[in-house]
């Protein structure tokens, strides 16, 4: 690890907020990493792991204890022990959309409805992201990582982490802690080996968004480029020049509501089943068991209802602002809080406040942020 002259985090997060930490470390190693955050467990400092900053909201004032940049690079190419099927092992901060591109260049498919996706691979499975049907949960086969608790390292399967929707184990959401302590290392994925042909596009929303209708066919690379172009024309590509990109991306998340919930909201509001689990572990203990099998459980699946749609008609339009705040709403996209120059922290969670409580008078829905917040509240 290598300190370095602590410089304010509104320079290294895509919502250009944050104070000045204590003390600043980049970590361009996996061994560099680890020693980094074993030594400032050891010490019982406050510490942050930074990667891209894409999913972060920090405070204004000044930050105790360290930050730890993590810098780290490399894809290793591994056999699957599926047929047809080819494993990548990627390190903890290498860039997201960079491993996208390489994917979909290598023919491997199950990451591409997500490029354009700002932020690290070590960062991903923690927010469990995903776009247009995929999820990282769909691909993840496990991370190595290493606990707070112990400073041991592990190799950590998939369903350990609890991924669901833009959640896991290892997430701090609003106003709590994570149920697991650690810091991934790295990831591996499990793709299937397709190459550059077309082939049937699987998922009625990544169809509709190519604009194919059932047995429509793209190839990877069609499916790359016309996300990057979705994305873009929603700010949601990061762009110096822009600052409908200065954000932190889509800053509430999707609301999931039970079907009855649902039903309740307006027709026109977007929504979307949850899939259920359909293959449910069901653990009879055997003093009880009396020869009989009860029939799985049916009920109707969850729903996913759209927070822009919510925000838009709680008479919230694309680019409104609280004047004179210099934050405001992104011009293309109304889930995005966009710091339009010089905006402070405290002017965009005045924003937040504001939004979540038009929402919540308007449909009865708390939205909850999706960036994690430092030294900041909502």
Request: glycine share 10%; proline share 8%.
């Amino acid at each position: 690890m290598v300190d370095v002259t602590p410089v304010p985090l509104a320079e290294l997060t895509t919502l250009r907020t944050g104070g000045v930490p204590e003390r600043m470390v980049e970590a361009r190693t996996q061994a560099d990493l680890v020693e980094a955050l074993r030594f400032v467990w050891a010490t019982g400092d406050e510490w942050l792991v930074l990667g891209g900053g894409s999913n972060l909201f920090v405070g204004d004032d000044d930050l105790e204890g360290t930050v730890i940049r993590v810098l780290t690079r490399g894809i290793e190419r591994l056999p699957s022990p599926h047929e047809g099927r080819v494993r990548v092992r990627v390190q903890a901060g290498h860039g997201w959309d960079e491993l996208v591109a390489h994917t979909v260049a290598e023919g491997l498919a199950g990451l591409e409805a997500m490029s354009g996706i700002p932020g690290t691979v070590g960062a991903a499975p923690v927010q469990n992201i995903g776009a247009y049907g995929q999820e990282v949960v769909r691909t993840l086969v496990e991370v190595d990582l290493i606990d707070e608790s112990t400073g041991d390292i592990s190799t950590v399967p998939t369903e350990e982490l609890g991924l669901g929707f833009r959640t896991s184990v290892l997430k701090a959401h609003y106003g709590s802690v994570p149920e697991r302590s650690a810091v991934i290392l790295s990831a591996t994925f499990d793709l299937a080996d397709v190459g550059p042909a077309p082939r049937p596009v699987a998922g009625e929303q990544l169809r509709t968004a190519l604009g194919l209708g059932d047995g429509g066919t793209a190839t990877l690379a069609d499916i790359r480029t016309r996300i990057l172009e979705i994305r873009a024309s929603k700010g949601m590509v990061l762009d110096a020049e822009d600052p409908d990109t200065w954000s932190a991306g889509s800053f509430f998340q999707n609301i999931v509501v039970p079907a009855p919930v649902a039903r309740t909201l307006p027709p026109e509001c977007p929504r979307w089943p949850v899939e259920p689990d359909i293959d449910p572990v069901l653990i009879i203990p055997l003093a009880a068991f009396d020869g009989v099998v009860p029939p799985p459980e049916t009920r109707e699946p969850d729903v996913k209802v759209s927070a822009a749609w919510l925000i838009e008609q709680a008479g919230l339009r694309k680019g409104f602002r609280l004047a004179p705040s210099r934050a405001g709403l992104s011009t293309k996209h109304a889930l995005a809080l966009t710091n339009r120059g010089g905006a402070s922290a405290a002017e965009i969670a005045q924003l937040a406040r504001f939004i979540r409580a038009r929402v919540h008078a308007e449909f009865g829905l708390m939205l909850q942020p999706e960036p994690v917040l430092v030294n900041v509240e909502l």
